[in-house]
């Protein structure tokens, strides 16, 4: 099925972005939102898109206001009813997402095809609050929509193949990654770098390194910004809503760092609010530094442990084995949807996590695991994948196999 015309519901920062990258492709979209301002905030945000291509000297004027008028903005669901894709961008809580899918199963035509952006829930669920869950699919998008090239593709339990290549084909066609991701919560690139982030945060709440400390390591082994800064981008709250539903399906070794929740409680959620992790715009961190004295001194978090970049990628790597054990995607993908959807590289080159186990030697990294496990717990038990491969020798590239084959 070929889409003519594709529909946002929700304007917030990434609803808006998706919009743009529809208009961007020549095609008009409805964006719907149920507060005015933030309808209002959506527009803005396309604009200011565009905006700057023009002040980049990459389009015209005139070309601009020819991708503003594709979009129609509106707090109902008129313009809905000759959409062949709708693209759901609300908060990412459940029963919202079901509403807003049962709502749209009323409006749409039969043909159509709802997608979500959740960056992490369910999409069998959420398709089993429409009469059409053959047509549901998750869609997402990576921030800043306009500029990430990953798209995750996750088709639910009753998701047909015939709308798994419909949203491929669209995807492409927004000049998109797609990679095609198996049902399972965090889906890929999420379930990843959770950890990562975690264990980061982990080892600032101990005292092992300050934020400043952390992500200059993280910069200087290759990331494109440390993880405090990503998350402040990103917004803490909706770190730590991922996080609390990674552990509530994956168990201990997804539990959430305690200073997530005091960050949460006391609004600071990052560059939105001029106060994350980081203090911005005449906000400062000391409110920050207070919140860790005070889990230390109550002795909710141990205190003085050590850090070193090992910590924040060990915990990746065997989460990218696991991925691979369950067949969530393959291998290159998997490692192509880290690098596109983080910029992650080492040293500069483009690596994903199974292309870096590789190259440290897969016994290498069990070898580390083990000696993080005895230092800080079960969240560091090497996979059954990793142990499985060095009882067979597939080390790495210096056995010529490992998780990649090498000539």
Request: glycine residues 10%; proline residues 4%.
């Amino acid at each position: 099925m070929y889409i003519f015309k594709a529909a946002v519901v929700g304007a917030g920062a990434m609803g808006g972005g998706i919009a743009q990258v529809i208009t961007f492709s020549g095609l008009p979209v409805v964006l719907k939102d149920v507060d005015q301002k933030m309808l209002d905030k959506g527009m803005e945000t396309v604009r200011e898109i565009y905006q700057a291509r023009v002040d980049k000297g990459k389009m015209s004027a005139g070309d601009m206001q020819s991708k503003l008028d594709l979009v129609t903005a509106t707090l109902t669901y008129d313009g809905f009813e000759d959409v062949d894709i709708v693209i759901e961008a609300v908060p990412e809580i459940m029963k919202i997402k079901q509403r807003v899918f049962a709502e749209l199963d009323e409006v749409c035509p039969e043909a159509t095809i709802f997608a979500s952006n959740t960056s992490a829930l369910s999409i069998s669920e959420m398709a089993a609050a429409t009469k059409r869950p053959h047509k549901v699919i998750g869609m997402h998008f990576f921030n800043p929509a306009h500029v990430m090239k990953l798209v995750e593709i996750i088709p639910g339990l009753s998701t047909s193949q015939e709308t798994v290549d419909d949203v491929l084909m669209f995807t492409e066609s927004l000049r998109k990654l797609p990679v095609v991701v198996q049902e399972c919560p965090g889906f890929l690139v999420n379930r990843l770098l959770m950890p990562y982030l975690n264990e980061a945060t982990l080892c600032l709440q101990e005292g092992a390194a300050t934020a400043a400390e952390i992500d200059t390591a993280a910069r200087e082994f290759g990331w494109p910004m440390g993880p405090f800064q990503l998350m402040d981008m990103l917004g803490l709250d909706i770190c730590y809503h991922t996080g609390e539903y990674l552990y509530q399906e994956y168990g201990e070794r997804m539990k959430g760092a305690e200073l997530f929740e005091e960050l949460f409680k006391a609004g600071r959620l990052g560059e939105k609010t001029n106060a994350g992790f980081y203090g911005y715009g005449g906000q400062s961190d000391e409110p920050v530094k207070d919140m860790i004295a005070q889990l230390q001194a109550d002795g909710q978090v141990q205190a003085g442990t050590g850090f070193n970049m090992d910590r924040l990628m060990m915990p990746m790597i065997n989460e990218a084995s696991m991925c691979l054990l369950e067949n969530v995607a393959r291998p290159n993908d998997i490692d192509m949807a880290m690098i596109a959807g983080t910029g992650m590289t080492k040293g500069g080159e483009r690596m994903g996590p199974l292309a870096l186990a590789d190259e440290m030697g897969l016994d290498v990294v069990v070898e580390k695991l083990q000696a993080l496990q005895a230092q800080h717990g079960e969240r560091f038990r090497p996979s059954r994948l990793l142990k499985t491969k060095v009882r067979a020798g597939h080390l790495g590239k210096k056995t010529g196999r490992g998780f990649l084959e090498y000539s």
